[in-house]
């Protein structure tokens, strides 16, 4: 996504953390239908198979800026 940064790898399973600009959180809903579709699942009519995504991607997860990380953020500057 545009503007969006990487900021972070998470967890054993080695997740990828991005801060997505509050003005892209629109676009999200057309990130998860293009994982949904390359994941093999009908959208729109579409039955596209694509293994690439699939074999990358086990779980997605969208989350709020916390207060603390905010403050973490601006002390750090």
């Known amino acids: ?3 969006s940064t ?4 998470s ?9 997505l600009p509050i003005n892209n959180v629109n676009e999200l809903g057309s990130i998860f239908s293009i994982i949904d579709l390359q994941k093999g699942n009908k ?6 198979k694509c ?3 699939s ?3 086990t ?3 969208v989350s709020q800026t916390t207060l603390e990380e905010v403050f973490m953020e601006v ?3």
């Open 6 to 9: 990487f900021l972070e790898t």
């Open 43 to 48: 959208i729109d009519g579409l039955d596209k």
């Open 11 to 19: 967890g054993e399973s080695g997740g990828l953390v991005f801060n």
């Open 59 to 61: 779980d997605v997860g």
């Open 55 to 57: 074999n990358l991607i």
């Open 1 to 3: 996504m545009p503007g």
């Open 75 to 77: 002390s750090n500057e």
């Open 51 to 53: 293994n690439t995504l």
